[in-house]
């Protein structure tokens, strides 16, 4: 039964992801119970997907989440790089500067808060992926201290 729980897990997930990106229609989820009734929430409202078993075990996901999940080759802004890894948990580490921080993914895009206060965003450009570096005491809403390239080395299946 559990193998069954993780299936439709994963159909969720994929399904609510692809909704994401249809770009002719709104995104949103549609849930059918078991009666036949629905009901539609945006996706813009979703932060995460919970599911509890018969025991209140809780197992939940991110919309969103899975496609940042893994080790990124990211560029430090001066021509070189290093490494930042997305784990499921929402924690986050790197080989550069405070090694630990914590991830969600808002609108679209995997937002990281580092220990010594700078925080990072990865985000797709296009067919690829960007880091940027936002410094101490400015928010995501300013002018980036460094955009550079980002490339998954060990993505997640979705």
Same mark, same amino acid.
């Given at each position: 039964m559990r193998w069954y729980r993780t299936l439709l897990f994963s159909a969720l997930l994929t399904l609510a992801s692809m909704s994401l990106y249809a770009a002719d229609e709104p995104s949103v989820l549609v849930i059918v119970f078991k009666d036949g009734h629905q009901q539609t929430v945006s996706m813009a409202d979703v932060s995460r997907i919970e599911f509890r078993t018969s025991n209140g075990a809780a197992s939940s996901g991110f919309a969103g989440h899975g496609r @940042?999940? #893994?080790?990124?080759?990211? #560029? =430090?802004?001066?021509? #070189?790089?290093? @490494?930042?890894?997305l784990d499921p948990n929402g924690v986050a580490?790197?080989?550069?500067?405070?090694?630990?921080?914590?991830?969600?993914?808002? =609108?679209?895009?995997?937002?990281?808060?580092?220990? =010594? #206060?700078?925080?990072?965003?990865?985000r797709r450009a296009g067919d690829k992926y960007q880091k940027a570096a936002f410094a101490p005491g400015t928010s995501f809403n300013d002018s980036p201290s460094n955009v550079a390239d980002a490339v998954n080395t060990s993505p997640q299946p979705n």
């Open positions: @940042f999940l #893994g080790r990124w080759r990211v #560029g =430090d802004g001066a021509g #070189g790089h290093f @490494f930042i890894t580490s790197k080989t550069m500067g405070a090694a630990h921080g914590t991830w969600t993914v808002t =609108d679209g895009e995997a937002r990281i808060s580092w220990d =010594d #206060g700078w925080h990072d965003v990865i």
